[in-house]
Structure formats: C-alpha cells, structure tokens
C-alpha cells in the first residue's frame, strides 16, 4: 500500500558550519540513493549561535509499503549523521497530509 507523507528534520548540536555541510552532503547522498533527493531542501543554519541542518519535503511524497520505509529511512538517516557528528541529535516530524486533509 502507498502513502503520502511529508516530512521535515532538524539536525542539533552540530559543533560549527563545516561539520554543518559535511553532515549535508551525508545527507544529500543518501537522499540521492532512495531518489528523493529532488524533492527534499536541506541546508545550514546559523541562529542563535548555534549551528544546524534543517530540512523539509516541498510536497508529499507517495511512498510504497512505508511501514517498512520509515524505520529503515530513520536509522540510516541517523547513521549518515552519526558518521560526521556522533554527538548531533536528529529529530524526523512526519506528516501524513491525507488524514490531515480529512480533519483527523
């Protein structure tokens, strides 16, 4: 069964901007592999004094037996930033704009 999804990421405790893009371009890789690349925006930011990655779908995506997707997808999106900056902490919202639409 398929299902749209969205999501958005947060990236925390990232120790400066260069360790910032390294985890990107982790990320951009293996968004590139499960060739969704082109529908998610990732980037650096600097707010507050702290520096982070963020990330978000520009539109739901339509993703096939997703209950085996989504834990998979986690745990190497978490591996790709954990290869970079074993202290950062990873948060993945997900959206699941067909029961959002319907008032659930």
Do not use: H
């Amino acid at each position: 069964m398929s299902v749209n999804i969205d999501f958005n990421f947060t990236v925390t405790d990232v120790t400066d901007e260069e360790q910032a893009q390294q985890i990107v371009r982790e990320l951009d890789e293996m968004l590139r592999d499960e060739a969704i690349k082109d529908q998610v925006n990732l980037g650096v930011v600097f707010d507050e004094g702290k520096w982070f990655v963020s990330g978000e779908t520009d539109f739901p995506l339509i993703i096939t037996r997703f209950a085996l997707w989504k834990p998979e997808f986690e745990s190497t999106f978490r591996y790709c930033v954990g290869k970079v900056a074993a202290a950062a902490k990873v948060t993945i919202d997900w959206g699941y704009p067909d029961l959002e639409g319907a008032g659930r």
